[in-house]
């Protein structure tokens, strides 16, 4: 009984998964995921509460995971000793990290309906968390940065901001238009290069 239940949850998904999709979450039907998934609209209800609790199922896992995953990446450079942190300005290229890259590619329905379709859930400001997390580290690594005194130039908050966003935004687009792997690793990449070479001339005047 159990595996039916689990069967009959996953066709649900995937059901609700195309039709939020096409329409997007606010003119997605219930009605038309129930019928697709061979079920009355209130058998429906008998698996998931409502519309947002259904995209919820979709995209939460892959969301959250993609978040700790940034952030532990994160928590990992900034544990380094300051000195390091220094040092780390001298590299040529910046420390490849596709983990998080690829794992947008291999959750890529779910990255979609957060980033185009998820109008009217919370997910719709998951980017905006990204923002936020990516803005934090960086105002983290200026800090420690001030301290040892190594600033060329000390940014202030606004360009922090509009900087970090654009870093994002950029990952966003990637999705958006529906880039093959190979070609968006390879496009990240070189948006790595440039960010990387961007933040020492203007911090470090490398």
């Not at 979609?112 to 960086?138: H, M």
């Amino acid at each position: 009984m159990q595996i039916k239940k689990e069967s009959v949850k996953s066709k649900i998904l995937e059901s609700a998964k195309i039709e939020f999709l096409k329409h997007g979450y606010q003119s997605a039907s219930l009605r038309t995921i129930a019928k697709h998934s061979g079920l009355s609209k209130g058998a429906l209800y008998c698996y998931f509460e409502n519309k947002e609790d259904l995209f919820t199922g979709l995209v939460k896992e892959p969301a959250e995971r993609l978040y700790q995953n940034i952030k532990a990446l994160q928590e990992q450079a900034l544990s380094q000793d300051i000195a390091s942190q220094v040092d780390y300005a001298n590299n040529k290229e910046p420390n490849r990290e596709d983990t998080w890259i690829n794992y947008i590619y291999d959750n890529i329905e779910a990255f979609k309906l957060i980033a185009l379709k998820s109008e009217g859930t919370k997910y719709q400001y998951f980017f905006d968390r990204l923002v936020e997390l990516e803005k934090e580290s960086t105002e983290s690594y200026l800090n420690n940065m001030r301290k040892a005194q190594a600033l060329y130039y000390d940014p202030d908050d606004m360009l922090v901001q509009i900087l970090t966003e654009v870093a994002i935004k950029s990952l966003v687009f990637i999705i958006e238009h529906d880039i093959p792997r190979d070609k968006g690793l390879h496009y990240w990449r070189k948006m790595e290069v440039f960010y990387f070479a961007g933040w020492k001339k203007l911090l470090f005047n490398l």
